[in-house]
């Protein structure tokens, strides 16, 4: 099996797209992993104060392991993602609200990146580069274009390529202690397989709920739980009265993305937490469910959607081949992007031949039969590699790709739509199995993370 391939099949992550939803400038969303919230002792911070006239430098209002974050991070960040949710279809002008969750999750960020700068994870320059080029053309725009783009909506471009860097880095650390880590059996296949049987209805579902979490810390009493329990009901009783439960969910959640409303998406109801399903079972659209208890607090959940699909048995597959190189001390990943450049315009000028360049220096499996990846269904790839595939048409060759496993020069072949044999619908649920198992090692981690952090927080964000 090419190292490149991977059992996972990916809901996408916060990546790329993600950030560049934050610059505002019109892309898809790429789903963002749900985070378990832990108490972040921000229950005193208000709505900004208008700017005291002594006080127009920048100052700290919070510090993380000793690493500050300042009024001016939280400020630009609040910008932006009211700006988003403005776009999206929901404004607030609860900017304190905002402020608390942007101050959280940079919190987890920093925390996030301390961990990777520990473990000596690196991303080097022409890794960035193609980071800010696949955001330009995931915008159907070139980088200088993406850059004008970003000068309108007041981001400087070397504070972009900055977040760029720091989200590759979260991605490279969550791969290493995360999804390095998960191993899936044949029974936890065949258990996923069985439930399906079982429960067929339930396994062609799609649900998009909203969320209120009312999170409980870990060491709360019963006295806490209690008026934590009577918060959460109170969020439910005026939810069934009718009230906006997008607003609801920004006055009220302690989720750390509650800014979009609370809505999870639309998805598999074999992707949501088997506590959700169950909780909402029997309701219809717009339906409220009970008040449901989790290791992260107290939930209300609402049916935004509920969608009845059918169980796939025809999948659009890929004919792809591939050069690897892999990177270290005698290659750096600069150097490898401008050998394989190299490559691709010495194939595209007819002065040499992908197959033979593949046999002469590839080091993936492949390498011998001229890099020929064969006929690949959608989940087989790694999401980066994948992504790009995903936007060749037959015959193109892409731009040099760096992944987890090095740097690819990759060309599609050819597609073609192909009923799933037995093989492949178990390596499917695998996939999905593996996902689902990834978002509870995710949420765990982060809370743990979270916790572990030494947080002081000084003055409230202006």
């Not at 190292?3 to 963002?32: C, K, N, W």
């Not at 001016?72 to 932006?80: H, P």
């Not at 925390?111 to 990777?116: E, G, T, V």
């Not at 202690?177 to 399906?196: F, G, H, K, P, W």
């Amino acid at each position: 099996m090419s190292p490149t391939r991977t059992m996972s099949h990916r809901i996408s992550r916060m990546t790329l797209l993600g950030l560049a939803a934050l610059t505002a400038l019109t892309v898809s969303a790429q789903g963002l992993r749900p985070t378990s919230p832990s108490g972040t002792g921000l229950a005193g911070m208000g709505a900004p104060r208008a700017a005291d006239p002594q006080r127009q430098a920048d100052f700290i209002v919070a510090v993380v392991n000793s690493e500050p974050i300042t009024n001016n991070e939280v400020r630009t960040r609040v910008l932006r993602a009211m700006q988003q949710m403005a776009q999206q279809g929901n404004p607030s002008t609860d900017t304190g609200a905002v402020a608390r969750q942007v101050l959280e999750r940079l919190i987890i960020e920093k925390a996030q990146l301390q961990l990777a700068r520990e473990s000596g994870i690196k991303v080097d320059d022409a890794t960035v580069d193609g980071a800010e080029l696949n955001v330009a053309r995931q915008n159907q725009m070139d980088v200088p274009e993406l850059r004008k783009r970003m000068a309108q909506d007041g981001m400087v471009p070397a504070q972009f390529r900055e977040e760029l860097r720091n989200q590759l880095l979260i991605t490279r650390l969550r791969d290493r202690e995360i999804d390095a880590r998960q191993r899936i059996s044949d029974s936890d296949v065949d258990q996923y397989l069985r439930d399906q049987q079982a429960n067929t209805d339930m396994s062609a579902l799609e649900l998009n709920l909203g969320m209120v979490l009312v999170a409980v810390p870990e060491n709360a009493t019963p006295a806490q739980v209690a008026t934590l329990q009577a918060k959460a009901e109170s969020v439910r009783a005026k939810a069934v009265a009718g009230a906006d439960f997008a607003a609801l969910a920004r006055e009220q959640s302690d989720a750390p993305d509650r800014s979009n409303g609370g809505t999870l998406g639309l998805r598999s109801a074999d992707r949501y937490p088997e506590l959700f399903v169950d909780g909402t079972r029997g309701l219809e659209v717009g339906g409220i469910s009970a008040v449901l208890r989790s290791g992260a607090g107290f939930h209300v959940l609402k049916v935004l959607d509920k969608r009845q699909g059918g169980v796939a048995t025809t999948v659009q597959q890929q004919h792809a081949r591939h050069i690897l190189l892999r990177t270290g001390p005698r290659l750096t990943e600069a150097a490898a992007v401008e050998r394989l450049a190299d490559f691709k315009r010495r194939i595209q000028n007819k002065q040499a031949d992908f197959a033979q360049l593949a046999k002469e220096n590839s080091v993936d499996g492949s390498a011998s039969q001229g890099g020929d990846l064969g006929w690949s269904s959608p989940g087989q790839f790694v999401p980066e590699f994948e992504e790009v595939l995903n936007n060749l048409e037959p015959g193109q060759i892409a731009d040099p790709l760096v992944s987890r496993f090095g740097v690819h020069l990759v060309q599609l072949l050819e597609r073609r739509e192909a009923t799933l044999t037995e093989r492949e619908r178990r390596e499917i649920a695998r996939g999905i199995v593996r996902e689902k198992k990834l978002d509870e090692a995710y949420a765990r981690w982060i809370q743990d993370l979270r916790s572990r952090a030494y947080v002081e927080f000084r003055e409230a964000p202006q």
